[in-house]
């Protein structure tokens, strides 16, 4: 009965593309708790405070039905005024929040270009949608334009009237880099299009108040912008920040919303007090961007990209290699890990080391000089 699956199986590990789950273990340079939230005292408190002032661990039902709890809508109220957006709307993962955005605002007669490393996220809500998809290379706009003025004025869709959409991220969570933002704007404006900006690794680390690399573009009617709760802020949960026609059309129209159980109250009780320490407390920033910039000069000569944000690459290829230097990491006590496909592109498999407020400066010199050893003793 199982025979196709087990055969998957043993050809993912001939592959060195088996996965398994692992307990945490050593110096955190695999998480995405950038802000060191997670754990933090006020986060803490703030669901004990929740708790005692009697907010339920549970919803009970979707939000359409009985689940919309006031903290709920406390959270989007307050997000919303974060980010200077017109409303906010907030779902249990940024997976679905993705999922819900493509496979429900663009439509039939739409065109959507997006960037070829997009998350994963985002891909399952292109396979939902009625709309007409296009991927182009990471982080070339004039691909974006190209395929924006092709479906306008030329070739087999001229004429085309439907909208466009512009998927991207700001910062790819694999590859540390940004996107090409100011020329996306301006390709947006130029077709008319409306932008699907997911920050989810920009949310708390970039911005006025932690609030993303877009955030001078929150309040715009072009603007959709994703920041999701479970990174940085350290809680759980995403935020779709937008013009207040959007919510209330995910609100009848996305499915990952209306057929779900609502989020835990206490989680976005936890969410509006990590707003407020990423208002409140401006200095986390500051020392995680000193920890970054120290990471980039110790770890770059050893093959790391140097990216100018928490995340990290060290690009190895071979994907038994990208799992052996990883083990030898970990066994020094650093908690690296090892990416391959389909995470990443074929022959791109790496490490992925993510500089978070849950180390410190020796841990950073100590982590480089296992990195040396491991890159020189474990050939390609």
């Known amino acids: 009965m199982w025979q196709a699956h087990c055969d998957d199986l043993t050809r993912l590990a001939n592959d060195r593309r088996l996965r398994a789950l692992v307990p945490r273990r050593g110096a955190d340079f695999a998480s995405n708790d950038y802000l060191a939230l997670s754990g933090a005292p006020r986060l803490r408190n703030a669901v004990a405070a929740a ?113 466009i959409w512009l998927a991207f991220e700001t910062l790819y969570s694999m590859d540390g880099d940004r996107a090409p933002l100011a020329d996306l704007v301006a390709i947006a404006e130029r077709y008319d299009a409306i932008m699907l900006i997911d920050e989810a690794h920009a949310t708390g680390v970039f911005g006025p108040h932690g609030r993303g690399l877009a955030a001078s573009l929150d309040g715009r009617a072009d603007t959709v912008a994703l920041r999701t709760c479970g990174k940085a802020l350290g809680a759980e949960g995403a935020l779709i920040c937008g013009p207040a026609v959007m919510r209330d059309f995910l609100v009848n129209r ?27 407390e401006p200095h986390r920033r500051a020392t995680l961007a000193a920890l970054i910039a120290q990471a980039e000069a110790l770890l770059a000569p050893l093959g790391a990209t140097a990216t100018g944000t928490q995340i990290l690459p060290v690009m190895l290829g071979d994907n038994a290699r990208a799992m052996r230097v990883a083990a030898s990491l970990q066994a020094a006590g650093f908690d690296v890990r090892g990416i391959r496909p389909p995470t990443v592109p074929p022959g791109t498999a790496r490490l992925r080391i993510s500089i978070t407020l849950n180390v410190g400066p020796d841990d950073i010199a100590a982590l480089a000089q296992a990195l040396a050893v491991a890159m020189e003793t474990i050939p390609a």
């Open 51 to 163: 708790l005692a002032r009697g907010v339920p661990a549970g919803s009970g039902g979707s939000r359409l039905l009985r689940g919309n709890d006031p903290e709920h809508e406390a959270l989007e109220a307050e997000a919303a005024a974060w980010c200077g957006s017109e409303s906010a709307l907030f779902l249990s993962s940024g997976y679905a929040a993705n999922v819900a955005l493509l496979a429900t605002l663009p439509q039939s007669g739409d065109l959507v270009v997006h960037d070829e490393l997009i998350h994963a996220s985002m891909h399952e809500g292109l396979r939902l949608t009625r709309a007409t998809a296009i991927g182009v290379p990471h982080n070339d706009a004039t691909a974006f334009a190209d395929a924006c003025a092709q479906w306008r004025g030329a070739g087999r869709n001229a004429g085309q009237r439907g909208r």
């Open 254 to 280: 996305a499915r990952p919303f209306i057929f779900s159980t609502a989020p835990s109250p206490l989680m976005a009780a936890a969410v509006r007090e990590a707003i407020a320490i990423c208002t409140d």
